[in-house]
């Protein structure tokens, strides 16, 4: 009992002490230097140029002028470069026995069509005697539109291969992959069995799932009739500079080209109708895109989408800061709500002229947007629109019907050039200072 009452005598004397030290420390003054302090904290931000994109879209555009070149003149191979059989409907391609290094397999022989290219045809085996394996000297093949079926590997081991020509991806059949023709099982075989030399592939038809999907050397790719790209198609394909899309194409699928992070510029057509959700997720390079919808093409209509941003209010997490240049086709009519909300770093921002909407907070904090000029057939700016753009100097709008909203230029501080003329209504407070308000 008497060692329980002194226990809590201990207790108690070190809680009272500890409440003492405590309480002194609470009252002393804390150290705060000089007494000074900022009213705000300085702006770090320092908003991007245009300087340097042409150095950075220099790849794009040495690819695009390579491939408008690429088999300008299609003269066909004699067919007694190659060996060829019979089969049922045409010609199979057996084995090429030529020593060129650029080929275009004939649409036919003999006057009958090449419908098949076999397994292996333009591989060199092992000299048996030796044990070497004598190297491939293609540089580039031409492979027509009269091919139906690609048999496996039937470009196996070509190790100096460049540039490939073929009327679709794959086998013609079930195996929709493109290292399939290089020996690849599957498309998580295709950085092994395809070439590293292999710079650019043109092809026709739809791109499946995955059909691309880690095939890191590859710089360019033509598509030429393609009506829908898969998901993960190009996936990873690290080196990809240039991708040429045709006007037939629809879809885009989910995550097609993430990772591509060579790629600095997109072309979308106007054919395109339906982007999937992290279409150039992770495009890191991705400076210049033309586009003719935002977003997915219906519900998701903010620019994050395409790059992985599940509501426009990440937006600023998921665009690239290098994204510096939007162009919108005749096919986009209407900027929604927060479209570009936070895209920071976007510079240059063409309007189609058929556009005629421009959402709340459509633009806000886009803060190196430096000038604006409104198509004509633009009708409304809608409140907030440009709210922060505090880097814009230059403003034009023009057509006579454009109707400004109430702070749609708010805290765009740097506006010194501004050209109303085509505004037919400017709400009170569309700027900072009532310019020409003629609405509360």
Known sequence: MREKRLNRKIIKSCVLLL??????????????????????????????????????LSAYGKYKENAEKAFGSIIPTPAEEFKYSSVSGGVRIDAYIGQGEMIVIPSEIDGVAVTEIAPEAFYTPDDEQTETREASNLRSVYVPDSVKTIGKGAFRECEALQLLRLPFVGDGGENTHIGYIFGAE??????????????????????????FCGVKSLDAAVLTDAESIGKFAFYECDELSYIGLPGTLESIGTYAFSSCGSLAKIELPESVTDVGFGAFYLCRSMCDMTLPIIGDGAKNTHIGYMFGAQTADWNEDFVPASLKRITLLDTCTRIENKAFANCRGLVEIKFSETLEFIGIRAFVNCRSIASVTTPASLKTISTDAFFGCDNMVSLKVTGGHTEIHSQAFFGCDALTDIDLSGASKIYQSAFEENIGADAD
């Open 19 to 56: 409440s003492v030290l405590l309480l002194c420390s609470c009252s002393r003054t804390p150290s705060i230097g000089n007494g000074d302090k900022p009213d705000e904290l300085p702006d770090s931000f320092k908003p991007s140029s245009l300087e340097g994109i042409d150095g950075q």
């Open 186 to 211: 599957k498309y998580d075989e295709n950085a092994i069995n395809i070439p590293v030399s292999l710079e650019m592939i043109i092809a026709g038809g739809d791109v499946s799932d995955y059909a």
